[in-house]
């Protein structure tokens, strides 16, 4: 078990440009969660699948991120036109009897 | 909405000593409460998880944290500390029923030799 694998580790981009955050959950798990994680604010909830359904997406910025999970076994946070305020590691996590992290994903936007 | 509050954001302790982070939570019910670490550059790693019974429940690597619901508290122990247990860690907490996993501040754990 390889645990909640999460690509790339490090992404650096332009303002403006896009970003696309992968996660793959650990086999069997139904549910997954996107956190990001600042010094600032701590750990932020950002949107939950259950069985590959979007089912609370409260926690994401409305205009430029959107997630999906296309099949159980990845799912994507993609960000367009990236800001600096966008500058985070953002956590993929998921949950069987409790809840597993992967390493994070460290974007910065320059 | 349930809250979880860690009042200090760094602890310093000296290697053996023992160690006591704190954690409050908010919230009407009792909820399921959870501490994590993380150590740098990595993700957030499970230590021990409170769903029901025994109020005092053991963890990995020697940590304990015990249910206090009288005083909605859900403080991490350690009797005696390593220097690899400099880490950041989080109290988080889980409404009875729900999903979405809320976390505390954290504390930032230094270890001196």
């Known amino acids: 078990n390889a645990g909640v694998i999460q690509t790339p580790r490090h992404k650096v981009t332009g303002k403006g440009q896009e970003a696309t955050l992968w996660c793959e959950p650990i086999?069997?798990?139904?549910?997954v969660f996107w956190y990001r994680q600042t010094i600032v604010q701590g750990l932020e909830f950002l949107t939950y699948?259950?069985?590959?359904?979007?089912?609370?997406d409260s926690g994401m910025p409305k205009e430029r991120f959107s997630a999906q999970m296309p099949n159980q076994s990845h799912s994507t946070l993609k960000i367009q036109s990236t800001q600096p305020q966008d500058s985070a590691v953002y956590l993929c996590?998921?949950?069987?009897?409790?809840?597993?992290f992967g390493e994070g994903s460290r974007l910065i936007v320059v | 909405a349930q809250s979880v509050t860690q009042p200090d954001a760094r602890v310093t302790v000296s290697e053996g000593a023992s160690l006591q982070l704190r954690c409050k939570y908010s919230?009407?019910?009792?909820?399921?409460l959870f501490w994590y670490v993380q150590y740098p550059r990595q993700g957030l790693q499970l230590l021990l998880k409170y769903y029901s019974g025994d109020p005092v429940v053991q963890g990995v690597n020697g940590f304990e944290a015990e249910f206090i619901k009288s005083n909605s508290s859900f403080h991490l122990r350690k009797a005696s500390v390593h220097w690899s247990d400099s880490a950041v860690y989080f109290c988080?907490?889980?409404?009875?029923?729900?999903?979405?996993?809320?976390f505390g501040s954290g504390t930032r754990l230094l270890v001196s030799p």
């Open positions: 086999s069997g798990h139904s549910a």
């Open positions: 996590a998921s949950r069987g009897n409790t809840l597993y």
């Open positions: 988080a907490v889980i409404r009875t029923g729900g999903y979405k996993v809320v």
């Open positions: 699948f259950r069985n590959q359904a979007p089912i609370d």
């Open positions: 919230y009407s019910g009792t909820p399921y």
